[in-house]
């Protein structure tokens, strides 16, 4: 049997942003622990990425809104027929604890990271195409042939004060991408579009396809609509549009 494959698009800023930086802590933590060299270049990158978004714009007010509004949200239904209270519960424990976390944050998120000499030399070089080679950066490279624990250890410091951003992203994630039940759709020719209730917008647009075929969407939208093309990829040329029905699972997330 194929493998399920599933596309994701946000449809508010917020979101987009949140996606962007879980995609790059599931980076650093898929590299950290790897006992080579490049493995940590990797790791270092997706931590400066980190450290690049977070100085863009207040993330631990973005989360924060976030979490309250979650919260807000299942404090409503607690009063539901049906609604498992133990789980709910559990739930608004977790989200508690979470903004919790981050209240306790001592200054801007990743400020402490921007301040390291170190990293930010190794930032600055980043943005030149092979700048960060041995003879750029001798000290980086110095620190790349340490002993791997050396590095995971530094590593791992690095990223304690992100932990807290990181674990609120994951439960509001989380909350958002199993708030909805997953439909069998067909793209008629190879597009797809719908409406979108605008007294509960949605958060998140999800597509599900057998990994076996061929095709990829591409999905665009706001809060009040959004479309999916299928189209069908080649090794090497440029993709174009299936014109056959195309059967697909969609989830719209609107918690």
Known sequence: M??????????????????????????????????DPWAARAAVEGLLDIVAITSRSDIR???????????GTLQR???QPGVDLDTLGKVLDDLQTAATQLHALIGPVG?????????????QRSSIPGGTCSFDLPQ???????????????????MKGLDPVSGAIDL????????????????LGGFFQEALDAQAPAQLVRVTLNGGLTLFPEISGHKNRFSIRFLSSGKVERPVQCRDDVAFTLTCCVF
Do not use: C
């Open 77 to 79: 239904i607690r009063r």
């Open 172 to 187: 509001v994630l989380s909350l958002a991408r199993s708030s909805a039940v997953p439909r069998p759709v067909t793209a």
């Open 111 to 123: 400020q402490r990271l921007r301040e390291d000499e170190f990293l930010k030399s190794v930032a």
């Open 2 to 35: 194929s493998k399920q494959l599933t596309f994701e698009h946000p449809l508010n800023e917020r979101i987009r942003t949140f996606l962007r930086l879980e995609h790059l802590f599931k980076k650093v933590a898929h590299f950290l622990p790897q006992d």
């Open 61 to 71: 007010s973005e989360l924060l809104k976030e979490l309250d509004r979650n919260m």
């Open 140 to 158: 980086y490279h110095h620190w790349l042939v340490q002993p791997g624990e050396a590095r995971e250890r530094q590593l791992r410091e690095w």
